[in-house]
């Protein structure tokens, strides 16, 4: 990592098991570095208060890479809406499924990061209020499922 610190002004960070606040004050305890952290940004708001003075204190531009924001298809929904292509929306029911049984162990515990809103479940939960506005309502519930075969 101070190899890569050395020799950059921004890094995208893959901290992983929710040490990510650790990882990020370490960073800026040796430069002055923009970061993109990858999912959970923390696991609190406490840590992501701190992380934020941190970042505002070096000066540094600091954000969570959530890859289906910038994706084509999510940019062309957005003009959509926008545009108002759909006329007006009443409702957006947004799901994410997989068998988390054959992904890593940490994908379903809360203590390493894990879960519905730290790790997988938060795409359906971001994706809404940046389509269409953070400041709207919006109603998120979770449903853990384990079926055995």
């Keep these: ?9 921004r890094i995208h960070v893959f901290p992983q098991d929710g040490k990510h ?4 004050r370490e960073i800026w305890r040796r430069s002055r570095i923009h970061v993109l952290c990858e999912k959970p940004f923390t696991t609190d708001a ?7 003075s941190l970042a505002e204190e070096k000066g540094v531009y600091f954000a969570e890479a959530m ?16 545009d108002d292509e ?15 049984r054959r992904y890593a162990a940490r ?6 990061a894990g879960g519905a809103l730290l790790d ?19 109603n998120a519930a979770g449903k853990w499922d384990l079926c055995t075969l």
């Design 86 to 100: 759909f006329g007006e929306i009443r409702r957006i029911k947004a799901n994410d499924h997989m068998d988390v």
């Design 46 to 52: 406490k840590q992501a208060k701190e992380l934020f």
């Design 21 to 24: 606040t650790g990882v990020y």
């Design 120 to 138: 997988i479940g938060v795409y359906p939960i971001t994706y809404r209020p940046r389509q269409m506005s953070w400041k709207s309502w919006m």
């Design 67 to 82: 890859w289906t924001w910038f994706s084509p298809v999510a940019h062309q929904v957005k003009k959509w809406l926008q």
């Design 1 to 9: 990592m101070i190899q890569i610190l050395s020799a950059s002004d």
């Design 107 to 112: 994908l379903t515990d809360p203590n390493r």
